[in-house]
């Protein structure tokens, strides 16, 4: 919240409401169990002594007194780092502590009672609506300061605390969250654990990676929410969850709000009220409370987590293998497995770990996976399902697409609204054949379903995910899937909670694009640039044969231009001309080409389609993602392209359709969404939409679920920020646009008489 800057006399920090010279990015102090760890004590003397010696910052930089001392370069597994040193032969004086306290006490007060005021009218608010509130702790630093908050906010019998047990933490935490327990010995502690540990579901579901992130829902809050479902005695929980999630973490996490309902499951709000806190205001509040550190931070870790994560820094790997190495080997042992079953020869496997390239895992592509998986064939009323080696019946599953009925020998229907869908079920050696028809009578959202169901009884291993995503507990996964058919009520929360319906699933499948991927290479590796656009508007008749690109940029620019609309052949189109008058400055110009490449380009409509809002990949994760029937240097190549249309142009950072970031080697995508989209820019998307689907009326559920086209596909915009939009537009535009968004009603309407081109002529 506030500002920090380096306090000289204390050796300390200094919280300040002004904005120069402060500190920038997260600061942490510096115990002599990480200089020893180092071999800082080679070369400075030092006492050992509880209080910090010194501060760090973002890059492995470290400060005494406000001035940069020395600096950490490379590690990582099986390395530590090399110190740089700044200033030699120091002689380090502890932290004034109690000084620093009494200097920071009025702001850092005014930002507890504030905090602790938050908690209370969140409580307040949230627990009539509610079966139980917890607070999720971790043992690290930040569920500390949450959790003493909110015991000062409420009372013991308010709520409870949830530690959830990945079965991954390093010894440090188990030693924290013991210590919080006596601490606290007045609130209710429980530990909710996932039925498989860690070890187990690592070798089930694949290694985590930074696209696959199964592990935070099957070790931590579906433990959690079940483990309260236990504690309420009901078959589904609605439960209120403070959590320690800060803005400062990350760039994903700036977008969260302190309450939020739904981001993580259908039937949990999570609250935030630590998310403007900054890190140094974190560890201020520890000691002025005299609360324990997790001792993880005293060798140097920035934050505590599990042994090994596919989105910790080297710096992490490096303090963890070299402190808590037993925790850390048994899932470098899954690695070095993982690593021989994608054909890394022995003397790289530790080069593989350590740089990190196993946190790429895209898909099942180098698992095994028992010879599981799912074949579609589909003809114009049919569609069938050879589903290899189920791991559960699919007559189970499909049970939550509609009222069952069963006809003997293999054979039934499925009864979803006013259409019946005939089945048989046919067994193999090999596995199970579902053959359903009437297909040409369904929408795509039931498609989804089917294929869902599908890949679940495909792919389930009991991680009980989707069980805690049913509203009515018709769902209980044990050792088998069972669904109460009298308690279902077909909501398919279980079934779209999750690309594929199904985690492992979705960790586990081989991505497949089809053919429909081919032509990527018609780019030459160039993506659209603003100043190539603005080239092009100075005189859209010369530039075809006088401009300032080579002959490879010139070709890619030329397919840009015919798949933004804004050209035929070499003539500018009515489109373009009115995109000219707009100009390259206006974000009006770049909406209007971002939704005409989401139904021309292939790269751009892959993009929108395989890659979540509120997400961030490394570049080589999206290379994974490409069709692996596509050659590794045509998918490079694809990806580099797009890298350079969202950076050099407004598309990518301004607008946050794609943010790129560079550091080092690693460039970072940030799929963030557009927060201030203009309205004409979505009655366009709307008008486009229409075109696409020959119909001008549709509901805004299914603009949110799977539209390949529209706002929420193109611009990232939530149920709430569309409908508040929509109704504005209905509003200001009432002949182009009526909205019926009340109680169960949420259809969409415009004007058959009307054109996407002519919703330009409204403005700029």
Avoid at 172 to 194: G, I, S
Avoid at 219 to 246: I, M, N, Q, W, Y
Avoid at 289 to 312: E, Q
Avoid at 588 to 607: C, E, K
Wanted: with cysteine.
């Amino acid at each position: 919240m506030y500002d920090i800057l380096w306090d000289r006399e204390t050796g300390g920090i200094l919280l300040t409401e002004s904005k120069s010279e402060v500190i920038r990015g997260e600061v942490r102090p510096v115990f002599f169990e990480e200089l020893d760890l180092l071999g800082f004590n080679r070369h400075w003397s030092y006492a050992q002594v509880e209080e910090p010696l010194l501060w760090a910052t973002p890059g492995r930089r470290y400060f005494y007194r406000g001035e940069l001392v020395a600096e950490a370069k490379g590690g990582g597994f099986f390395e530590p780092p090399e110190i740089e040193f700044h200033e030699k032969n120091l002689h380090l004086q502890p932290v004034k502590v109690k000084t620093m306290l009494a200097k920071n006490s009025l702001l850092l007060e005014g930002l507890v009672q504030q905090t602790i005021e938050s908690i209370w009218d969140t409580y307040k608010k949230y627990r009539p609506k509610v079966d139980a509130a917890a607070v999720a702790f971790s043992g690290g630093k930040d569920s500390l300061v949450l959790l003493d908050l909110v015991q000062r906010a409420l009372s013991p019998g308010e709520f409870v605390v949830i530690f959830s047990d990945t079965t991954m933490e390093i010894s440090a935490t188990y030693d924290a969250v013991e210590k919080a327990r006596q601490r606290w010995k007045h609130l209710y502690f429980y530990t909710a654990r996932a039925e498989k540990d860690a070890q187990t579901t690592w070798r089930e579901f694949g290694p985590p990676s930074r696209v696959h992130r199964w592990c935070c829902t099957v070790h931590k809050s579906v433990p959690t929410l079940l483990c309260l479902r236990e504690l309420v005695g009901k078959p589904s929980v609605k439960a209120l969850v403070f959590d320690g999630v800060r803005w400062e973490e990350s760039l994903m996490r700036q977008k969260y709000s302190l309450v939020s309902e739904g981001s993580k499951h259908n039937t949990q709000i999570n609250a935030s009220p630590l998310l403007n806190w900054s890190s140094g205001e974190i560890f201020l509040y520890l000691f002025k409370r005299n609360i324990f550190f997790n001792r993880a931070y005293r060798y140097g870790l920035v934050r505590v987590g599990c042994a090994v994560c596919p989105l910790s820094s080297k710096w992490t790997n490096q303090i963890t293998w070299l402190v808590f190495r037993n925790e850390v080997d048994k899932f470098l042992a899954i690695l070095r497995d993982y690593a021989r079953q994608k054909n890394v020869s022995e003397n790289e496997i530790e080069k593989f770990i350590k740089e990190r390239e196993w946190r790429v895992r895209a898909g099942g592509r180098d698992m095994d996976t028992g010879g599981t998986g799912v074949l579609e064939t589909s003809g114009k009323k049919t569609v069938t399902f050879f589903i290899r080696r189920p791991r559960e019946e699919w007559v189970e599953w499909a049970k939550t697409l509609g009222s069952l009925v069963r006809e003997g020998d293999g054979r039934g229907r499925i009864e979803n609204g006013s259409v019946g869908y005939p089945f048989r079920i046919k067994r193999h050696d090999e596995g199970v054949e579902v053959s359903l028809r009437n297909i040409d009578r369904a929408d795509r959202f039931f498609l989804s379903h089917l294929r869902a169901a599908a890949n679940k009884a495909a792919y389930c291993n009991h991680c009980r995910s989707c069980e805690v995503e049913c509203p009515t507990g018709a769902l209980q996964i044990n050792d088998t899937v069972k669904i109460a058919e009298d308690h279902c009520i077909h909501c398919a929360a279980c079934l779209t909670f999750v690309e594929k319906g199904c985690l492992a699933a979705k960790s586990l499948a081989i991505s497949r694009g089809g053919t429909g991927l081919k032509g990527l290479n018609r780019y030459q590796t160039f993506g659209m640039r603003k100043a190539w656009l603005e080239e092009y508007f100075r005189d859209p008749e010369k530039w075809w044969y006088e401009n300032s690109l080579g002959n490879r940029q010139f070709e890619a620019m030329r397919v840009w231009l015919r798949e933004a609309e804004i050209v035929t052949g070499t003539r500018i189109t009515l489109l373009g001309e009115r995109l000219r008058e707009w100009g390259t400055e206006n974000p009006l110009t770049w909406a209007v080409i971002w939704t005409n490449l989401a139904r021309n380009s292939i790269l751009v409509d892959w993009y929108l389609h395989n890659v979540p809002w509120d997400s961030s990949y490394l570049k080589e994760e999206l290379v994974e993602l490409l069709d692996e029937n596509l050659a590794k240097r045509s998918r490079e190549n694809a990806i580099t392209t797009l890298v350079g249309l969202l950076r050099d142009t407004p598309l990518g950072g301004e607008l946050g359709l794609g943010i790129v970031q560079t550091k080092g080697k690693l460039t970072t995508i940030t799929k963030r969404g557009w927060e201030s989209v203009p309205a004409l820019a979505v009655l366009y998307s709307l008008y486009r939409y229409a075109e696409r689907v020959g119909r001008h009326g549709f509901s805004l559920s299914e603009l949110l679920n799977g539209a390949p086209e529209g706002p929420h596909a193109l611009f990232g915009l939530s149920r709430d920020r569309l409908a508040g939009m929509l109704r504005a537009i209905s509003s200001r535009w009432e002949r182009w646009l009526s909205v019926e968004l009340v109680r169960d009603l949420d259809n969409i309407y415009l004007d058959q008489s009307r054109s996407s081109i002519e919703v330009l002529e409204l403005g700029g």
